[in-house]
């Protein structure tokens, strides 16, 4: 199915005048409301309360605190919808809609959600987050001058909603892989950077081959005793990180990594690895290509961002 074909061009809209986020949803909730009592399918009779429904997104952005990083894609599900409207705004100029965005955007979507429709939903929005993901063709939609222009980029580009949500959908590509021989010292800082627990070991062709768990790293410093003892109350010795400081240039990531618990093909279904990472106990699944490269990561975090709560 193609992308074009679950967005409505009538519901793209240029010359967004707004310089808030606040401003920005009502004007873009206003003229589809407009759109929705005249041309657009009149038959559905589909009436919602605009106040109502930019309110009820401001809180859901505040309450999942997720950064934009170019493209704004705020959401809502409410029982009075009946079905999923895309609602796309372009804005003249980029605007920082949060304070923590990584980025300001240009192209805001807002994502109106009926209770039978989060599927194709995610879907859709996963075909789209692939597309602009790429800086060329979101500069490409930021140049459209009506929804037309807009909805021709998605269609010469065959942009295309996959039947299934995969592991390619929700894996973050920008945690760094490490190497066997790189210090422990390195590796420590991959970890602080990434804010992540584990992480990918690759050759040096990009195979995934290990894994390196910050857990245990820190096990390895901590002398063995300590994990007999039943009562902990009276241990406060900071000599296993002092050994870590001394010695993390001179261990390597070798010397930690251990066989990867998880890893999956790029078109794996959402549904497969879930419940290989529930019924495994792994809180981190590796997303590989054909031939084994590393391309991300999976946590269960990602997954009830991305999907119980994307």
């Known amino acids: 199915m193609k ?13 967004i005048s707004g310089t808030s986020r606040e401003d920005i949803y009502l004007e873009m909730l206003k003229r589809a409301k407009k759109v929705f009592e005249s041309d657009y399918n009149p038959d559905n009779n589909f009436k919602f309360d605009v106040e109502k429904v930019c309110a009820g997104i401001i809180e859901r952005e505040n309450v999942l605190h997720l950064p934009y990083e170019g493209v704004a894609l705020p959401h809502i599900r409410m029982p009075e919808f009946n079905d999923l409207y895309f609602i796309i705004g372009i804005l003249p100029e980029a605007v920082l809609l949060q304070e923590h965005d990584a980025k300001p955007s240009r192209i805001v979507m807002i994502s109106l959600i009926s209770g039978d429709t989060s599927d194709l939903y995610l879907k859709g929005l996963a075909a789209f987050a692939r597309f602009v993901g790429k800086e060329e063709n979101r500069t490409a939609l930021e140049n459209a001058r009506n929804g037309a222009e807009f909805c021709q980029v998605l269609r010469e580009a065959d942009v295309r909603v996959h039947n299934n949500l995969s592991a390619s959908d929700l894996a973050t590509d920008d945690i760094p892989a490490i190497h066997p021989e790189e ?16 992480l990918p070991v690759v050759d040096n062709n990009g195979k995934l081959i290990a894994e390196l768990n910050s857990t245990d790293v820190m096990r390895q410093f901590i002398p ?14 900071f000599d296993p990180f002092n050994r870590i ?8 990531v070798k010397d930690y990594m251990s066989p990867v618990k998880l890893q999956v093909k790029e078109d794996t279904p959402l549904i497969q690895f ?8 792994v809180g981190t699944c590796f997303v590989v290509d054909a031939d084994g490269n590393y ?16």
């Open 245 to 252: 400081f001394r010695e993390e240039d001179e261990h390597f």
């Open 183 to 198: 210090t422990l010292s390195h590796a420590l800082d991959v970890f602080t950077s990434s804010n992540r627990s584990c």
């Open 295 to 310: 391309k991300g990561v999976i946590i269960t975090k990602d997954i009830v961002k991305k999907v119980l709560r994307g």
């Open 274 to 281: 879930t419940v290989k990472m529930v019924k495994d106990k």
């Open 3 to 15: 992308l074009v074909s679950i967005i409505n061009e009538a519901l793209i809209f240029t010359g």
């Open 224 to 237: 063995e005793y300590l994990f007999r003892m039943d009562h902990l109350d009276f241990v406060n010795s």
